[in-house]
């Protein structure tokens, strides 16, 4: 049975991590009222996953800021799953609004009100990923534990 390479659930990502089945370490329905309550408990699983400091400190405010996006743009309410991968923590942020393409990624001016939340997101995570789907948008943030 040897045979050279990993197992079947045990992928190269081409980018010094490993990829691993995920795991899952919180998956939660949220609204305005519950986005508070929402990043308390992503802090928890991020820490209980490991990261600590700074760098968990800024993943989490990059999934805040796609939440808060969700309610504000995607049709009020959305979806959060926080998994692990080996050593990456990814989490992915669903709204149900309505587009066409996902928006772009952008700096605005820093007189303007608002629009900062998916470039804050892709700065403060190691990657930020957006599909548009049917029904609304999945934004996706990584960061490496390691």
Known sequence: ??????????????????????????ARAFTTASITELRHAVAAAVAAAGLTGEPAEDFVLAVHELATNAVRHGGGTGHLHLRRQGDLLLCDVIDHGAGVDAPPIRQVAGDAAGGRGLWLADHLADSLSLRRRADGLTATVTIALS
């Open 1 to 26: 049975m040897g045979g050279s390479g990993p197992p079947a659930d045990i992928n190269s990502t081409g980018a010094g991590h490993t990829r691993r089945a995920a795991s899952s370490l919180l």
